[in-house]
């Protein structure tokens, strides 16, 4: 989705970051081999979160929604060399794929992947988190939130992806639209919860920067 005409929108990308030569590849084997590859962060949206972990520097991250991987290790990228990434997907047939391109990176043995439902494992995490990416299913986002605030550090960063929905927050809800209804809970929940600062940007879908206080 773009907010702003195609070709700014080129030219904006073609002036940031380049896509690390692994990332290119995982983007091309997701493409040729997994369903639903819009998925993937992307280049640009992928460069983002590189930048805003590079300047977070967090020592634990807690990413919900793997996929094939490839947000994972653009958050790893700023991540302190005694941290850990632990990544979350209920996706089984996704894990050895995603561990593949994790070990073919610098991070490898820092992230730690969990399979199953994140609303079962977040609760039993024991590590608190300074950079959380909220990327999975939509109805249970506000749920993600709740269970993930009590274990972030003062000044900890919650992204959340996929907040604008392809503009359907602003579109007359269907009754049987869950994740519409979700993310505009979700997106309300954020701008008022006093235990936070938000920022909404209009970044491909919708990327929401929420600062822990």
């Not at 070990?103 to 079962?120: C, F, K, W």
């Not at 269970?147 to 992204?159: A, D, P, R, T, V």
């Amino acid at each position: 989705m773009h907010f702003i005409p195609e070709a700014l929108d080129n030219y904006v990308v073609a002036h940031s970051a380049k896509e690390p030569k692994l990332l290119q590849q995982l983007t091309r084997e997701t493409y040729q081999k997994i369903l639903q590859p819009r998925m993937l962060s992307g280049h640009y949206q992928g460069r983002i979160l590189s930048m805003i972990a590079k300047i977070a520097n967090p020592k634990n991250i807690l990413e919900i929604g793997t996929y094939t991987g490839y947000s994972a290790l653009c958050l790893a990228e700023g991540m302190q060399k005694e941290g850990v990434l632990h990544t979350i997907d209920v996706n089984e047939e996704l894990f050895d794929f995603q561990r593949s391109y994790f070990d073919r990176s610098e991070y490898g043995g820092q992230i730690v992947q969990h399979l199953g439902d994140a609303t079962e494992i977040i609760p039993n995490l024991s590590e608190s988190f300074d950079l959380v990416f909220i990327d999975a299913d939509k109805p249970n986002y506000p749920t993600y939130f709740e269970l993930i605030i009590s274990k972030m550090n003062k000044g900890g960063i919650i992204l959340s992806d996929n907040v604008l929905w392809s503009g359907k927050v602003l579109e007359k809800v269907a009754e049987d639209d869950e994740s519409t209804k979700a993310l505009i809970e979700y997106n309300k929940l954020l701008a008022e919860d006093s235990r936070i600062e938000t920022v909404l940007l209009p970044v491909r879908d919708g990327l929401t920067i929420s600062r822990v206080l």
